[in-house]
């Protein structure tokens, strides 16, 4: 699509919506990337945001007034945001750098003196704290009030996607490791403990997880539309009829889990008896929420996700044979690259359908775990970059390219980062791309405390970087799922606080990266496993266990900037590929593989 065009799409679709602005006297209406269920990543149907602004970035909110238009988004997108609004009327408002107004400052600003002092969001698509800060923002910049009973956009969105009608399978018990009702019994237990008689479960990976089902119902991730309500002696599953078989009925209803309308949730949720329900309202919505009003609520933090992230052992073993699998197919891919891109005719677009491709041939390969980040040279710098037609680089025999990738296996999901030389390289490159890899290994080769924070240790991972006065913006590390989404929580490594633990059993990335805007991006990519290291008479310590198999480049490496232990660590790493890569592969691939992991 030519900019021109789209840019006049967005001024169409932003009259449409003030129209109803102006019918239902609002001064603004706020848009955000969520969905019913505070998805990080969305289903076509509640897309809004995407639709309103052009923003293709998983990450940001829309505000719209009567005569301006603003986008909120993070670090990642700054460099895309800026180019995908460029010409649409939105101004780009840089999350947490100086000097940027938060959303109601922005509001109470721009309709000061105006006739309305009223705002809108639909509360279904926004969480209940989200909401609730958002109440109290907006009275201190102006008195102006939050209503949260409109869906202005469907009046308007007229080709608007339904909700997705695609049936759920099972997870095979031989990757779950635990049944569904075993672990209805271990929530039921957590609730006891917070004094609460039952919970509402909103989060989609969540409910996959508990119920050990899976769906299509979100690009790349396998989960599926519904909302679950647990009490003391049932658990009931809403969702669409047409989305269950017989047989999976039949699986449902011997877990001990029935199933209603996904439209009933709000009416189970206002009819709820018993004397206290969970709710934590970060993941569940606003409209949700207020149903709950007449009883009980525990406000406080689901129990699942800290559940979920602790991988039992059958979960563990899936992942140590996804990434064989996934070893294997990177291999391929590497030793492909690079004379491919030698002969002519590879870009950024054509080499991640190869590695998709390459993927697609491993068995239990489900799907891609997110779209592949392809970044040559100046479009490595972009964080969360995207090919398309129109930015869609050649690929030359010089520089570098960042490829950020990952996949869904039925016993487990990848995430990988690798950046490569594809030829020769600036000073510069090697500079920076040996400074990452030392991040990189500072914070792989740490021993913590059981039950320290993502935010004590990243620092760790920084430390060399800092030292040059280099910083990225971005989280260091992230949790993944089991055969689910590639970003889960609680746990997080990142500069913002988040107090979380790190337990023995959680996944976890090591994603440090430096950009220069408009020059190259560098990012070194593994997951890792928690694991235990030692007990001493001060406590239980942990470590890390390289999960991924893939060889990280050694070409653009200034070997110079490596300590003894560094060298030692990635010659070490680099074997361990190669061993237990190279019974899988043929005998040119695995002189490839030798080569690519020979000792620094």
Known sequence: MANTDNENIIAVRLEHLRAV?????????????TDPHNSEYVPPRWEGRKWITGFTGSAGTAVVTLHRAALWTDSRYFIAAADQLRGTGYELMRERVPGTPSIAQWIGDVVAGGASTEVGIDGSCCSASVVEGLKTELRESGGLTLRTNLDALDGVWTERPPRPTAAVTVQPLEYAGETAAF??????AELALRHASGMLVAALDDIAWVTNMRGTDVHCNPVFVAYMLITADRATLYIDKCKLTD??????????????SYEAVGKAVRRYSEYSILIDPDEVNYTLYSSAAHCHIVRTASPIPAMKAVKNEAEAAGFRRAMLRDGVALVRFLRWLRPAVEQGGQTEMTIAAKLRELRAEQPLFRDISFDTIAGYEQHGAIVH??????TDARLEPHGMVLIDSGAQYADGTTDITRTIALGPVSEEQRHVYTLVLKCHLQLQNLKFPDGASGTQLDAVARMAMWREGMNFMHGTGHGVGSYLNVHEGPHQIRMEWKPAP????????????????????VRTENML????????????FLQ???????PIDKAPLDITMLSADERTWLNCYHRMVEERLSPLLNAGEREWLHEACSPV
């Open 21 to 33: 602005m102006r019918r239902e006297h609002l001064a603004a209406f706020i848009i955000p990337s």
């Open 183 to 188: 672990k209805l019994r271990r929530i039921r």
């Open 247 to 260: 047989s999976t009925a039949a699986y449902l209803a011997e877990q001990g889990i029935g199933t209603d």
């Open 385 to 390: 970059y995207e090919a398309d037609a129109a």
């Open 502 to 521: 790190l337990r023995a059993g959680m996944t976890v990335t090591d994603e440090p990266g430096l950009y220069l805007e408009g020059r190259f991006g």
């Open 529 to 540: 496993m928690v694991v235990p290291y030692e007990q001493t008479e001060f406590g239980r």
């Open 544 to 550: 890390f266990e390289p999960l991924t198999l893939c």
